[in-house]
């Protein structure tokens, strides 16, 4: 038995590429699409080929590699459909509630709106040594949320509740890195938490290394995250227009 395995990649200015690969079934998914060549690249060095996407929000950075990678390898598109014509390509499509199988492992589709009205999540719980993956897209991001361009800070408030319901140790893959930005702003919320100072100076030289901050975890967002310890969805709102014009 052998465990997936996650890759990660920087791709366009800040958007991370990301595939999910098991050995056992032979299949990859790239999760969202930022950059068809990123990911053409790296599943060649690591000697996969691809089989699925697993879109999480329409936008550009996320759905842009869509139709060219389906054109070169006759993919399967997994995504959301509760607003038609939006996911380019799209051959499959979901909702929260939802679960399919990747070989043996079970993925939970998770409703999370607020940076768009159908944003999903997909978390897969590793059929052999329990961890946990959540590709979270725009939805929650390191010390950060995405931006509410569809969605209501209710909406949102109710996607971090049910990101912090997921076991503590899973991994969250968000898909930009924006978190020096966002660490900016969070202290300024919450001046005196210790275990956020204490992390905005790791991801600081994690950063000067040249190193992803991705992923982060349950455990720690928890900890650190503004938005996922917002005690309302009104202090969610506040909070959330004042980094708007931070
Ligand atoms: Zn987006
Ligand atoms: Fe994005």
């Keep these: 038995m052998s465990s997936l395995e996650i890759e990660l990649f920087p791709c366009l200015s800040d958007n991370y590429g990301l595939l999910i690969h098991d050995p056992e079934s032979?299949?990859?998914a790239a999760i969202d699409t930022p950059e068809a060549s990123k990911i053409e690249a790296t599943c060649e060095q690591r000697g996969w080929s691809l089989t699925q996407?697993?879109?999480t929000?329409?936008?550009p950075d996320h759905t842009g590699g869509n139709l060219s990678l389906k054109k070169t390898h006759g993919l399967t598109i997994t995504g959301p459909d509760q607003i038609a014509g939006r996911i380019p390509g799209l051959d499959k499509g979901v909702s929260g509630g939802d679960s399919f199988m990747f070989g043996a492992h079970k993925v939970d589709v998770i409703f999370t709106p607020g940076h768009t009205v159908d944003h999903i999540i997909y978390y897969?719980?590793?059929a052999?040594?329990?961890?946990?993956?959540?590709?979270v897209g725009d939805t929650i991001f390191v010390l950060g949320c995405g931006r509410?361009?569809?969605?209501?800070?209710?909406d949102m408030y109710g996607s971090m509740a049910a990101i912090a319901k997921l076991p503590d140790s899973t991994n969250l893959y968000c898909a930009h890195e924006y978190t020096l930005s966002n660490a900016r702003f969070a202290v300024t919320v919450e001046p005196e938490n210790q275990d956020l100072l204490n992390y905005v100076k790791r991801a600081k030289e994690m950063r000067e290394q040249g190193l992803p901050t991705v992923p982060t975890t349950?455990?720690?967002e928890k900890k650190t995250n503004p938005f996922m310890r917002a005690s309302t969805?009104?202090?969610l709102g506040e909070i959330r227009a004042a980094k708007d014009s931070f």
């Design 218 to 220: 349950v455990a720690m």
């Design 57 to 59: 929000h329409h936008h």
């Design 124 to 126: 897969v719980a590793d």
């Design 233 to 235: 969805p009104e202090r």
């Design 26 to 28: 032979g299949e990859t």
């Design 53 to 55: 996407i697993w879109n």
């Design 148 to 154: 509410l361009f569809e969605g209501s800070p209710a």
């Design 128 to 135: 052999h040594d329990g961890q946990g993956a959540a590709f």
